[in-house]
């Protein structure tokens, strides 16, 4: 386990780099070309209503369309929510529990099959069939949606989702305002799939997509081809534009050491995984003009499985917490420039965060220094010394480092602990369901959007435990009826007021904080490394590097 920090001149130089943007002729030049990805391994089922990572999500980008989607743009403006599929954003009406679409005519499908009204309204009604891992929380609002929780197979979402053929129409009504409910329909849960797309998890099976690029090939143990839309025609730069290198080429299964040197050699573009932290200072001396940094609203942490023991024991919980050096966990994680110790869930600069940090040395507002005689302590009092705990994490670089850590902390505060590395493919899937049995993990969560309920009602809400779910993003299994309460009040008062609204999440925050069904570790950057060959490089603080947006020469 080596916890090597970036030499002074490497942050420096990483914090500095970037790529000089091209006018728009030479962006012309370099339509073509084949870009070649790499990842430790894929990222589950490709079926868009149903896969839930960071890595999939930003494959889907030049995929897959929705009603409306976030604008393909740098930055900031990337949370700006467009029309896609539809010709204009909805016209909201019924005290904002009605949006009407007009749908844009001409557009296809992979398959040469035109777009219609059917699709969109079979779509929104497969988000239930196929009991999508949101189903329960982002669209739970939709008329009829109640019917389709309680009996996935029949549902029709009667009221909620209504088509109009002849006129080209989708009207959505929801139970009660909604303030948050363009970004939903924004994201990858909710996009448009044929009609006959089977009411089940395709998994490695490809589903047609309607965006310029479609998944041609795929194998879960090598790679997946991405490959042009043959009858894709851009109806929006904003939503969906056209894309640069004819084909992608995502290959899985090097270790993120052997993925750093294809990239220094020339032969990959771009790797998914973090850089190992031995790499760091190499590559941000010999390579800065190929790395970009950039802030991410997200947080590595370890869930803590509130229904099994040890950890259904609040003390034990906190114990942990107190116990954790978390600035030897941002050394594993590459030193400070790429990330910063955390103790609450809410990241910084995000709605409703206020600085809070009860698991340190010192209380208060930052994290300061491991109290681990007070974790001892609690641990005692807890009567839960000596239980067994096993840490399941990814089999990545990064990882399997923070689980040997994480190991050791256990030891030292009095459990038998084992850490069990598994394929990252499986990894998160597995953590979810609780035949399983899983006691401790160690996970990432990035913003879906940028609202405060993201994070505390789809990580820690009621409604999003399931038990005996692969889609059961509550990991901890916590359920707090009071604190659940203070949740939907909050997102009902979003509706009128926000500002009073994220002084509730707040609240919130140090409250689900304090009952530590998770252990905050760190809020990272992401660090991208391209090979020479690649222009162009636009990140996007929706879903990170525009991967098409870019070209190779």
Known sequence: MKKLLLTASAVALIAGASLAPAN????????????????????????????????????????????????KAEGMDGFTVVADL???????????????????????????????????????????KVSGPTSGTFYAGIVGADKCLADTKSCTLEGGVVGDEAAGTITINLTKPDAEFLYKLALPHAVTLPADTPAEDMGPVPIPSTGPYTISAFDPNKGMTVTRNPHFKQWSEDAQPDGYPDVVQYDFGLSEEAA????????????????PSDRLAEVGTKYMEQLHIAPLSAWWYAPLNTRLAPFDNLKARQAVSFAIDRNTLVKLFGGKVLASPVCQILPPDFPGHVDYCPYTKDPGAKWSAPDVEKAKQL????????????????????????????????????????????SANIQFTYIQNTNNKVQMSVSQWYKDYPAASNFLNILFGCASFREGSDASINIAGFCNKDIDAKMQKAMDLGVTDQAA??????????????????????????????????????????????ITQSWVQ
């Open 24 to 71: 728009a002729e030479y962006l012309q030049e370099h339509r073509g070309g084949t870009m070649r990805l790499l990842a430790r391994s894929a990222a589950g089922t490709l079926d868009p209503h149903i896969n839930y990572t960071s890595q999939g999500w930003q494959m889907y980008q030049p995929i897959y369309d929705g009603l409306v989607t976030f604008r």
């Open 86 to 128: 539809a010709e204009a954003l909805p016209e909201v009406s019924n005290d904002g529990k009605t949006f009407a679409f007009k749908l844009r005519k001409g557009i296809k499908f992979s398959t040469g099959q035109e777009v219609g009204v059917k699709d969109v309204v079979a779509s929104f009604q497969r988000i239930f």
């Open 260 to 275: 750093v040197t294809a990239i220094q050699n020339g032969e990959a573009d771009w790797m998914f995984d973090s850089l």
């Open 379 to 422: 641990v005692e009092e807890s009567g839960t010394k000596g239980q067994k705990v096993t840490v399941i994490v990814e089999d990545t670089a990064v990882s399997r480092s923070i689980g040997v850590y994480l190991q050791s902390v256990l030891t030292s505060i009095g459990y038998v602990a084992d850490v069990k590395p598994i």
């Open 501 to 546: 609204a994220d002084a509730l999440w707040s609240e919130i925050d140090k409250e689900v904080t304090d009952q530590a069904p998770a252990i905050g570790l760190f809020t990272p950057k992401r660090l991208d490394f391209v090979s020479k060959r690649v222009g162009n490089f636009k990140f996007n603080r929706q879903f990170d590097w525009m």
